[in-house]
């Protein structure tokens, strides 16, 4: 059972700009902060951004001003606008669910499968 499912990537020049999406169930999309996170090869994975169901978003310093978290109620989907982009933006993509249990203190997350983004010229 696939619950979140990406697309977007691709190979884009310094400067130029993708859009990732990444469509939810809707069970969790109407309870969870969606996020985005990207790893490059041997670091670690990072935050890139994350939107809650209010519409509250934190953005990783490092694209602040460049990318746009958005969500779409309607479609169960979050997106990923990246503007400006730059060789170290490289990296895979990954959609982040994360919610937490009803009547406990625990917190389910859920990935998508990842999706490559190449800046390079």
């Known amino acids: 059972q696939v619950q979140l499912v990406e697309s977007g990537g691709g190979l884009v020049q310094p400067g130029g700009s993708l859009r990732l999406s990444c469509a939810a169930s809707?069970?969790?999309?109407?309870?969870?902060?969606m996020g985005w996170y990207r790893q490059a090869p041997g670091k670690q994975r990072e935050l890139v951004a994350d939107?809650?169901?209010?519409?509250?978003?934190n953005y990783a310093d490092s694209v602040k001003g460049r990318f746009t978290i958005s969500r779409d109620s309607a479609k169960n989907t979050v997106y990923l606008q990246m503007n400006s982009l730059k060789a170290e933006d490289t990296a895979v993509y990954y959609c982040?669910?994360?919610?937490?249990?009803?009547?406990?203190?625990?917190?389910?997350?859920?990935w998508g499968q990842g999706t490559q983004v190449t800046v390079s010229a």
């Open positions: 982040n669910a994360r919610r937490s249990v009803l009547g406990s203190l625990s917190t389910i997350v859920s």
């Open positions: 809707e069970t969790i999309f109407s309870r969870s902060v």
């Open positions: 939107m809650s169901t209010g519409g509250n978003t």
